[in-house]
């Protein structure tokens, strides 16, 4: 079973970092306020979307729908869920790192409040993401258009939060090597994933499915990472989070939803580190200066560089400048000066002979990030 923390237990900081993996139970803005600051590397929230119901809602074969009724999603007004609001986005910021993201779903009920929220406590907004549901509930009364999406903002902690993740590359190439869209189709839950109790009803009303989360967190989170969720439910966030090799905090108040969350996340096995492995393009990779490959002996002093056809050459100088014909410089600026052009890769135009052939200084510097790698 996953770990169940009190909120009394938590307060009292009984050691440290106690609360990763776990469940905490309790208000989710006390139970923010009791982490550390600047403890959490990503937020998926689903708070209560507050849908307004009249009353009890039926098909045509006058069966009644299982909707949304529960205390949770009760508030006297909007002024309510405004302060209500406010009050969760202030304390996950807090606890939001500087280059961490926060992704909050609703509907057409909430989301835009939700929003404005967010823009008023200096959330940076990046993307809404249009969840496409294959399989919408209908609209029984046929007064309205088919409600079949529900919208996801994804957001910085501020504008100056240039280092957050995200994995483009890995999700290109998941998309058939096409950019990854902000609309993202996916059925609601359903069928052996929804959780139901003994009685055959669901655990929980709005079960969010976990392909959905997958997608979420692969996006924009990495290995090891920290995910908060403030509005557990019945642990989605959790059980993907374990799955694929992310920590998760989950805040929830209701013990039947505790019970069920607990029990599913247990039952979890985690992905292995190879699986795991996110791709990641040219600009995700650690710089490599040319002069670590000097100081690595990769390369040596007074060696000899050309391009790969061997019309120009240059030499290695000690401090990882070339020089040719009078000219010095970086291996980017003096391939562009001896190519007469305004810009050169000097990664890819310089070229090394390994006693065979000639081959780019580039698989030198491939060299010293698997190094890197190995480090980590």
Not at 24 to 32: E, P, S
Not at 103 to 125: K, P
Not at 283 to 300: C, I, Y
């Amino acid at each position: 079973m996953a770990a169940v923390l009190p909120l009394a237990d938590l307060k009292r900081q009984v050691a440290p970092d106690t609360w990763i993996n776990s469940i905490i139970k309790g208000d989710c803005v006390a139970a923010l306020e009791a982490l550390p600051d600047h403890s959490v590397d990503a937020i998926f929230a689903d708070p209560p979307y507050n849908l307004q119901l009249g009353g009890n809602l039926h098909r045509p074969d006058q069966s009644l729908v299982d909707a949304v009724d529960d205390d949770w999603d009760q508030f006297a007004s909007f002024e309510a869920y405004d302060v209500f609001t406010r009050a969760w986005l202030l304390a996950c910021r807090r606890v939001l790192k500087p280059n961490g993201t926060i992704w909050v779903i609703g509907s057409y009920h909430n989301i835009f409040r939700v929003g404005a929220m967010m823009q008023d406590l200096n959330f940076w907004l990046l993307n809404d993401i249009v969840w496409r549901k294959t399989n919408p509930m209908p609209n029984f009364k046929g007064r309205r258009f088919q409600n079949a999406h529900e919208t996801m903002i994804w957001a910085s902690r501020d504008a100056k939060a240039k280092s957050y993740t995200f994995n483009y590359d890995a999700l290109k190439a998941s998309n058939d090597d096409v950019q990854m869209r902000s609309d993202w189709l996916f059925p609601i839950c359903s069928g052996g994933e929804r959780l139901k109790g003994e009685d055959g009803k669901k655990v929980h009303p709005t079960q969010k499915p976990e392909p959905l989360l997958a997608r979420v967190i692969m996006a924009s989170t990495k290995p090891g990472d920290v995910i908060l969720d403030p509005f557990f439910g019945t642990g989605t966030t959790g059980a993907v989070a374990k799955r694929l090799g992310r920590n998760f905090v989950g805040i929830e108040r209701e013990q039947d939803y505790i019970d069920a969350a607990s029990a599913r996340i247990a039952a979890v096995e985690p992905l292995g580190k190879a699986e795991l492995t996110v791709m990641t393009g040219k600009k995700q990779e650690p710089r490599v200066a040319f002069n670590t490959l000097v100081e690595s002996g990769l390369v040596k002093p007074g060696q000899v560089l050309s391009d790969a056809k061997r019309r120009v050459s240059a030499i290695i100088r000690a401090d990882g400048t070339l020089a040719a014909n009078g000219e010095a410089g970086s291996i980017h600026r003096l391939g562009a000066k001896v190519q007469g052009l305004d810009a050169c890769n000097g990664w890819t135009f310089w070229h090394y002979d390994d006693g065979k052939t000639l081959r780019p200084i580039d698989e030198l510097r491939s060299v010293i990030r698997s190094g890197m790698a190995k480090l980590d």
